[in-house]
T-cell receptor, first 113, second 110 residues
Framework: EADIYQTPRYLVIGTGKKITLECSQT?????MYWYQQDPGMELHLIHY???????EKGDLSSESTVSRIRTEHFPLTLESARPSHTSQYLC????????????FGSGTRLTVV | RKEVEQDPGPFNVPEGATVAFNCTYS??????FFWYRQDCRKEPKLLMS?????NEDGRFTAQLNRASQYISLLIRDSKLSDSATYLC???????????WGAGTKLIIKP
């Protein structure tokens, strides 16, 4: 099975709280991605990284931040959660090269109340 | 216009039937192509890559038409377990990012 792990799987948190969603992969992939997906809707890229100390914002405007201090670890932080952040957050990684797809973690389902 | 377009469906198909989806992409310089499968409330999983010459994996056949800029997926002898959303995915350039279609929902009925 996939060697990319996300924690927690489910999180219910109050408005205004700071939260960090964890993503780790053991495949040595340089490239990692965070997507946001609402039920039945398409994937939206919110952040990506091409290696250690490299981070970029994606297509979807996001109030979250990411860091990439180690190859295997790509956490996503929301400084102040709002109900509009309620969604599923999916982390993915890939090898370099045009013929490789992405491997996804199981996702974190976030509910902000 | 979206970079990758798919018919959202749903396609309601009886078990055992053959079903085909198409997907169109806008960037003629796109380099690689994939079909992913996503079950309800789960993460997307790679179903198959799509090669220029077409390729088959069991009951699944993928085709690429670069001239018309479309990709197809054919599922033969459909099973109840094939019910899912099928995502068409295109890598448009060498920065390695994938562009995702919104998905086609398939429902296989007994």
């Amino acid at each position: 099975e996939a060697d990319i792990y996300q924690t927690p799987r489910y999180l219910v948190i109050g408005t205004g709280k700071k939260i960090t969603l964890e993503c780790s992969q053991t495949m040595g992939h340089d490239k990692m991605y965070w997507y946001q997906q609402d039920p039945g809707m398409e994937l939206h890229l919110i952040h990506y990284s091409y290696g250690v100390n490299s981070t970029e914002k994606g297509d979807l405007s996001s109030e979250s931040t990411v860091s990439r201090i180690r190859t295997e670890h790509f956490p996503l932080t929301l400084e102040s959660a709002r109900p509009s952040h309620t969604s599923q957050y999916l982390c993915a990684s890939s090898e370099s090269g045009v013929n490789y797809g992405y491997t996804f973690g199981s996702g974190t389902r976030l509910t902000v109340v | 216009r979206k970079e990758v377009e798919q018919d959202p469906g749903p396609f309601n198909v009886p078990e055992g039937a053959t079903v085909a989806f198409n997907c169109t992409y806008s960037n003629s310089a796109s380099q690689s192509f994939f079909w992913y499968r996503q079950d309800c409330r789960k993460e997307p999983k790679l179903l198959m890559s799509v090669y220029s010459s077409g390729n088959e994996d069991g009951r699944f056949t993928a085709q690429l038409n670069r001239a018309s800029q479309y990709i197809s997926l054919l599922i033969r002898d459909s099973k109840l377990s094939d019910s899912a959303t099928y995502l068409c995915v295109v890598r448009k350039d060498s920065n390695y990012q994938l562009i995702w279609g919104a998905g086609t929902k398939l429902i296989i009925k007994p």
